[in-house]
């Protein structure tokens, strides 16, 4: 029953979407220019032959699709990926490799999902970890086009919620030919809750190549840091700021050239860190704003949009937010693929099992508050030998959990054979 009251709802309200977007996009959340793109219109001419459309919700989604994208490519296929953030859409927009393009992703309404589709006409559908949206679900599904889920997770929080309807995510599940699971325990919540057909072949995010970074960007950056001591705090969330600082004031007793780097998770934020650097005392420079680091600058701020390729580089030992002050934790696969020690806080529910490996094989190591992080980075810095271990570590671990892809593929052969030979 909730199906139809799911659609006559999205129906009812779809007439208000222009006012909705418009909302959004005053408060950045949307891109003004490309609106249509969310109401289903295309901006560009479908290409001939076949095409596979790919779906990821936001960055980290929709970077993990990219091993897919460019395997699909090399079989032939046109590529569309779909996201639905402005970050997500200017970062794959410098990465998608030839053959491929990115769209916003229509709402989740039926007028836009098929004036999308009477457009794009895909012949194959893959989505993301956890992006199940009922009305694209059954438009889809209603044509045909095979439906893949990588990458799959089911947290037992959302495994819980879905249990209450039990009847409604199985009618969901059914209509996805093939769940690719992260992982054993996510694969058994997805069985349990209908999907028919479930396998584990695990996390695409390890295939995925580190972010690029422009030479000449981090050249100029290294020199002006020179041979000063560097860690960076990455994707960094409300709150873990100034965590960050306090362990810098710590570690500048000791290390008195100390270069502290911190990467908000939201750029938007970078004045705003600025001013709780200098409230603490300490000269701080804004990569928005061009600010050179100088030999008194002491916290640098990466407030920018596709650049964590090259703060990741500027230093082997990186912090990864969202878990000490935030929850669930953010991605540490990139800088472990560059042969980084990865510190992380407690919070890390979204990347258990990257974190688990990380921490019981020596490539990462977990801190509680912000003086434990300075002892940790202090241990690092005072030990040559202990970094580069850690480091090496990393890099080894995560390259030895990778193969995703290649699996994903071999499960997709099935589909692209039935498409060749409906060709002939």
């Not at 006012?19 to 959004?24: P, T, V, Y």
């Not at 580190?210 to 709150?239: C, F, K, N």
Request: glycine letters at 10%; hydrophobic letters at 45%.
């Amino acid at each position: 029953m909730f199906l139809p009251v799911y659609r006559a709802a999205a129906n009812g309200l779809a007439p208000f979407s222009g006012l909705f977007l418009w909302r959004r996009g005053q408060k950045g959340k949307e891109d003004l220019a490309r609106i249509g793109e969310r109401r289903g219109f295309a901006e560009l001419p479908r290409p001939e032959g076949r095409l596979a459309w790919l779906h990821g919700a936001s960055v980290g989604e929709g970077l993990a699709l990219l091993p897919l994208v460019e395997r699909l490519t090399g079989k032939g296929f046109h590529v569309l990926v779909t996201t639905g953030t402005v970050t997500s859409a200017r970062i794959l927009g410098e990465r998608l490799p030839q053959g491929a393009t990115h769209q916003f992703s229509p709402l989740d309404a039926p007028p836009f999902i098929t004036r999308f589709l009477d457009h794009w006409r895909p012949d194959l559908f893959i989505l993301a970890e956890s992006e199940i949206w009922p009305n694209t679900l059954c438009a889809v599904h209603a044509r045909d086009i095979p439906i893949t889920l990588v990458n799959a997770r089911l947290s037992p929080r959302s495994f819980a919620r879905w249990r209450r309807f039990p009847g409604f995510i199985s009618a969901l599940l059914g209509k996805i030919d093939l769940c690719l699971a992260q992982s054993q325990d996510d694969a058994a919540r997805l069985l349990q809750l209908g999907a028919p057909r479930v396998d584990a072949i695990g996390n695409l995010k390890y295939d995925v190549e580190p972010p690029p970074a422009d030479p000449a960007r981090l050249v100029e950056l290294s020199r002006q840091i020179g041979p000063r001591q560097i860690w960076i705090a990455a994707s960094t969330h409300p709150g873990e700021e100034p965590l960050a600082l306090q362990a810098h004031k710590a570690l500048a007793q000791r290390f008195p050239g100390l270069l502290t780097v911190l990467v908000p998770r939201h750029p938007h934020r970078g004045a705003e860190i600025a001013a709780e650097a200098e409230a603490a005392g300490l000269e701080a420079a804004l990569r928005s704003r061009g600010d050179p680091i100088t030999r008194s600058t002491q916290v640098y701020i990466g407030d920018t949009i596709g650049e964590m390729g090259l703060f990741y580089r500027l230093s082997s030992v990186i912090f990864m937010g969202k878990s000490l002050a935030g929850h669930g934790g953010q991605n540490p696969i990139e800088p472990a693929k560059l042969g980084s020690a990865i510190l992380h806080g407690p919070h890390i529910g979204n990347f258990i099992d990257v974190y688990d490996a990380l921490d019981s094989q020596g490539g990462a190591v977990a801190v509680k508050d912000a003086e434990d992080l300075a002892r940790q980075l202090q241990a690092l810095f005072d030990d040559p030998v202990y970094l580069r271990r850690t480091a090496e570590a990393s890099r080894r671990i995560v390259g030895e959990l990778g193969g995703a892809a290649d699996k994903i593929m071999l499960a997709l052969e099935h589909y692209i054979a039935q498409m060749i030979v409906s060709e002939q």
